[in-house]
């Protein structure tokens, strides 16, 4: 009974291998931003506090909806109303009601983006916070980024080889180490590739924001394994 060959996974000295990493890095426009909207109402008893509070989102809501198309999604998140107690001897006194609602906006249209900053911006007790900018997922850019990637491994392997005076002669296997925007909107918290606007009402409407959008940055990585011809040594 014969056994089979031992696996060589560094090659042999007829079929070497040259394993490599290939990066590309790309500076692309963004394709979308996000905003968030907050909404907040103060009042002496719950159900005046709840109704100004119901008013103030739906007038934030009809606003966002009203540019139409140039609003690709639109989200209520939080919603909270609490108690502001105040201390009168011993006994605790509800002194008013605070509400606040929470609404993401994200849009594609970043000349409609400036105009309906501002306009939020002069509501009652609304306040605006953002852009984030950013890539959809399905963005070409992402495949650029991988293909420059193997590219640049395909690459750096043919010149190891042709130091030593060999060819490439076959792929033995490509790791795909991930390629996404640099500037993902979860990471937007921690302050990297993130504008922050906060904006207080107005009594007279101002002009709409000027907003330069933020390259976005891709970065793609693989590493890869050749067989080559023996090397001339």
């Not at 000295?13 to 590309?24: I, L, S």
């Not at 005046?48 to 609003?71: E, F, H």
């Not at 993902?184 to 009402?201: D, E, L």
């Not at 891709?218 to 890869?224: K, M, P, R, S, T």
Request: charged fraction near 25%; avoid cysteine; glycine fraction near 6%.
């Amino acid at each position: 009974m014969t056994q089979d060959a031992p696996h060589q996974p560094y090659g042999t000295p007829d079929t070497p291998r040259v394993a490599v990493r290939g990066e590309a890095r790309l500076e692309v426009d963004p394709e979308i931003a996000r905003i968030g909207i907050t909404v907040s109402a103060r009042g002496t008893d719950r159900r005046t506090a709840l109704q100004d509070l119901t008013r103030r989102n739906n007038t934030a809501l009809d606003l966002v909806k009203s540019y139409g198309d140039a609003v690709e999604k639109l989200e209520t998140g939080t919603f909270s109303i609490n108690p502001e107690l105040t201390r009168h001897g011993r006994a605790e006194r509800i002194r008013a009601y605070h509400g606040r609602v929470h609404i993401t906006a994200e849009l594609a249209d970043f000349t409609a983006l400036g105009e309906l900053t501002t306009r939020l911006a002069d509501l009652e007790l609304t306040s605006v916070d953002g852009p984030w900018w950013a890539l959809r997922p399905t963005s070409p850019a992402h495949g650029e980024a991988r293909r420059q990637a193997v590219l640049e491994a395909v690459q750096r392997a043919r010149e190891y080889a042709s130091a030593l005076g060999a060819d490439l002669s076959a792929l033995v296997e490509l790791a795909d180490l991930g390629a996404e925007n640099a500037l993902p909107f979860q990471a937007a918290t921690s302050g990297t590739g993130m504008r922050t606007m906060a904006y207080s009402t107005t009594e007279e409407t101002a002009p709409p924001l000027d907003l330069e959008p933020q390259r976005q940055t891709v970065y793609a990585q693989v590493n890869a394994r050749f067989t080559m011809t023996p090397p001339q040594l």
